[in-house]
């Protein structure tokens, strides 16, 4: 296999905890999963001399099992991101069948920016 595309949106940036997601920017009504390596990284930190902590990662991804069913993989709660244990957001997945994904900042005493690259592999 091989990258086929690269797909990378606006980064996610700010001093509080949230989240973006990203569907599959490859999907077609006849075939909306794509072979896909994610890729986080955060390009920048801007700390004010006291003790921080940023995190940048994959909250949550939406796929299809082997056998074409819907499936959802989470990392953490979407809906509480303060339950959220920072070393449990993986920076980096690949999905053999990938639909979307929802990915978290989680922020204190800091303001960071992410970013996330989609490969899509064929």
Not at 3 to 30: E, M
Not at 71 to 84: C, H, I, K, R
Request: proline share 7%; glycine share 8%.
């Amino acid at each position: 296999m091989t990258v086929t595309a690269i797909y990378s949106p606006d980064w996610f940036y700010g001093g509080q905890d949230g989240t973006q997601f990203v569907a599959n920017p490859w999907a077609t009504r006849s075939k909306p999963d794509s072979a896909v390596w994610i890729q986080c990284s955060m390009p920048w930190t801007q700390i004010w001399g006291t003790a921080a902590m940023s995190v940048w990662g994959i909250l949550q991804v939406d796929s299809l099992d082997e056998a074409g069913r819907f499936e959802q993989t989470s990392f953490g709660d979407p809906n509480n991101l303060a339950n959220v244990y920072p070393s449990d957001l993986p920076p980096r997945l690949f999905v053999p069948r990938f639909l979307a994904a929802t990915f978290a900042l989680i922020n204190t005493n800091i303001v960071s920016c992410g970013t996330v690259t989609f490969y899509r592999w064929g």
